[in-house]
């Protein structure tokens, strides 16, 4: 696995809250709120310095994706390290899971044409390993 984050998603319960407090407020550019055609699909995505992308999804789409229930009042976060294929997101989940990392969800295909998996590490902190055709890692 490469030292690299490049997506940092924070749950939130409620989307256009969030998406008007770090747009408005904060000033964070953003094309808004996407993917509100799939189901638990939208997302806010804000451009951060060197290149890592600020997501905003909301908590019950992190539940849906992950498999792991979501409890009103649990702060809710992942972080995305997005890769250059599919076999980088098997290689990368097998070497998490070699060093002792839980595996939450199994590498599948995604609904936006991606393919992911989520570990856990010793302290349950959320890892997405993600090949995302529309957002490939800069190297």
């Not at 649990?74 to 290689?91: A, M, R, Y």
């Not at 899971?97 to 044409?113: D, H, M, N, Q, S």
């Amino acid at each position: 696995m490469q030292a690299r984050i490049s997506v940092l998603t924070l749950g939130v319960r409620d989307l256009e809250r969030s998406v008007r407090f770090y747009r408005d407020g904060l000033g964070l550019v953003t094309e808004g709120i996407i993917g509100t055609e799939f189901e638990n699909g939208a997302v806010a995505l804000f451009d951060l310095h060197g290149g890592i992308k600020l997501a905003l999804w909301p908590t019950k789409s992190i539940a849906s994706d992950t498999g792991i229930p979501f409890l009103d009042g649990n702060v809710c976060s992942t972080i995305g390290h997005n890769v250059s294929s599919k076999d980088e997101v098997d290689t990368v989940l097998e070497e998490a899971r070699k060093a002792g990392a839980r595996i939450v969800k199994l590498a599948a295909e995604t609904f936006y044409g991606g393919y992911a998996a989520y570990f856990a590490d010793p302290d349950g902190h959320l890892w997405e390993i993600v090949f995302n055709p529309q957002m490939l890692p800069m190297l």
